[in-house]
């Protein structure tokens, strides 16, 4: 939350040269309060893990969150009991006439698919349509970041010959950004993706801001200006152990997989793995929630602009 301090005080300045975040007393008297509208388009196999995932990151906050889970329509999952889907999904026929303030489109297991070819594409489209009229800010997460990224601005994902499998560190790049505000220089995040990012293509594109990378990994954090399309290379929601239990799963299976990198100590899969991302996985949620959902969403979601072109 912001500190309140008189605009002509000298830390005023000072402050908000350092990327602290303070608001003058005019503003903070101006302010409504009321629970935050989060839509989540859940698009992992594994729902109920994810829901969990990302509650406790959304959980972190003074603000108050009030939380609609989405489902496709032409997709049915498997992996998760029907009545679990009915008693907690909607549809985006029923929804697609309300308003939220932020929305958080999940990853999924399907990047060695051509878009087109994922049989809910369709749907995905109308709703990352629906995400710039409707929403004041969408956070798209792996999988729904290449999506998001090549739906919206023409950026091709680039198939990987090695599973990028692991903890990797990154650093900063954009330190000014509300968004990585609180981050230390280096950060680590886990990646679990057999696509990447046609880097050439983001660089020519004048759109989006490269906010956090990696030399291995590459880029990790972007977004456009505003703050209201944010795309997440990664999974700095995941737990302690979900890159344990993908590596275990696949090794059970007999599928070609490496041990995730800079997890287990030691590379020594019988070892307890090192959960050295969970603070800048909880700084990630709470500064978007804060900065580009609370901060700028109208009271009155009825006043929300449609994102311009």
Request: proline residues 6%; glycine residues 4%; negative net charge.
């Amino acid at each position: 939350m912001p500190l309140i301090i008189p605009k002509n005080l000298p830390a005023y300045d000072e402050s908000q040269k350092e990327n602290v975040f303070i608001m003058h007393q005019e503003r903070a008297m101006s302010q409504h309060i009321r629970p935050l509208r989060i839509l989540i388009l859940n698009l992992m196999p594994t729902k109920i893990v994810t829901e969990t995932q990302l509650a406790r990151l959304l959980a972190n906050s003074p603000l108050q969150v009030q939380v609609t889970f989405l489902q496709t329509a032409t997709h049915s999952t498997t992996h998760t009991a029907p009545e679990h889907m009915k008693a907690f999904y909607k549809t985006f026929d029923e929804i697609k006439n309300e308003r939220f303030d932020g929305m958080i489109i999940t990853g999924a297991p399907v990047e060695t698919m051509d878009f087109e070819q994922v049989d809910y594409w369709n749907e995905l489209c109308e709703i990352m349509d629906f995400s710039e009229t409707n929403v004041y800010s969408t956070l798209h997460v792996c999988w729904g970041a290449l999506a998001g990224l090549y739906y919206h601005f023409g950026i091709p994902k680039v198939h990987l010959d090695k599973k990028m499998f692991g903890v990797f560190e990154h650093r900063v790049t954009r330190p000014s950004n509300p968004l990585v505000r609180g981050f230390d220089e280096v950060f680590y995040a886990p990646h679990s993706r057999w696509a990447g990012l046609d880097r050439a293509a983001i660089d020519a594109c004048g759109d989006l801001r490269i906010l956090a990378e990696s030399d291995i990994a590459g880029p990790m954090l972007l977004s456009t200006e505003s703050g209201r399309q944010i795309f997440v290379i990664g999974h700095p929601e995941y737990d302690k152990y979900t890159l344990d239990r993908e590596y275990k799963r696949d090794v059970k299976a007999g599928k070609p997989i490496n041990i995730p990198c800079n997890y287990y100590p030691d590379d020594d899969p019988s070892r307890d793995p090192l959960f050295r991302w969970r603070a800048h996985g909880y700084l990630l949620y709470t500064n978007w929630l804060n900065y580009y959902v609370y901060q700028d969403t109208p009271y009155d979601l009825s006043r929300l602009e449609a994102l311009e072109k």
